[in-house]
C-alpha cells in the first residue's frame, strides 16, 4: 500500500498501542501499560505506520534457534485487505526463515488468511489458553 512504512522497533507509546488494539476489539488493548513492556520484550516487532498513525503490528518470540511463535498480528479495520498484514507477517517469517518451525494460533476466521501465507493447519494439535483476559 502507498505511504505505508514498515519499522523494526521496539518502541511505542501507549496511546498508539492502546488505539491499535482497541480499533480490533482486542482486550489486551485496555492494558496499554503491560503493553509497552510487551513490545520491549518481545524478540521481534515489525509495525506498519500511515505518516504518524500506527496502523499494523506482529510481533513473535523465539528460542533462538529452532522455535518461533507469532504472538500478535494486528491491522487496524480500515487498512485491512490492503496487503499490509501479508507484509508483516512476511517480515517475520523472513527474518525465522531458518528456524524449523514457525508457529502462529490462528482464530477460526483467521485460518485461510495464515493457509494463503503458508501455515498449514495442524491435524493433530489444538491451541489450549490459561487467560485472565476477555474477548
Known sequence: MDGIVYKNTHNFSKRE????????????????????IAMKNFKTVFSAWDGEDLVGLACAMDDGIMNAYVHYLLVKPEYQLKGIGK???NRITTHYKDYMRIVVVAYSD???FYEYCG?????????????????
Open 17 to 36: 498501542l492502546e488505539e491499535l488494539f482497541l480499533s480490533l476489539e482486542w482486550s489486551a488493548g485496555h492494558f496499554p501499560d503491560k503493553l509497552i
Open 87 to 89: 507484509e508483516l507477517l
Open 110 to 112: 483467521e485460518i485461510k
Open 119 to 135: 501455515f498449514e493447519k495442524a491435524d493433530d494439535a489444538s491451541p489450549m489458553f490459561i487467560t485472565k483476559l476477555w474477548a
